[in-house]
């Protein structure tokens, strides 16, 4: 093998290789980004659920102060037997 096409083989690998570390750099860029929005995404979800709970309590807590204790509605949760002589 001359020196000349030892040159070109070794530029063509060289080109090939920067090709190759350049696509993995991209792909891993590409990942780290998606994980990325996934996490805030899973944020916004999270404080959004906290939100929610917050809403639901004060409302389940304004239904308790203004409303009055009943019977249950189901006879057979309430059931006396009256006695028979």
Do not use: C, Y
Not at 8 to 16: D, E, G, P
Not at 22 to 36: T, V
């Amino acid at each position: 093998m001359s020196p000349s096409e030892l040159t070109i083989v070794l530029s063509v690998v060289t080109a090939v290789g920067g090709a190759i570390a350049g696509a993995i750099r991209w792909g891993f860029g590409r990942l780290i980004k998606s994980m990325d929005d996934n996490t805030s995404s899973q944020l916004k979800v999270a404080e959004s659920h906290a939100r929610m709970t917050e809403k639901i309590d004060t409302v389940f807590d304004w239904v308790v102060e203004h409303t009055t204790p009943r019977p249950p509605t189901n006879p057979r949760l309430n059931v006396v037997k009256e006695k028979r002589p």
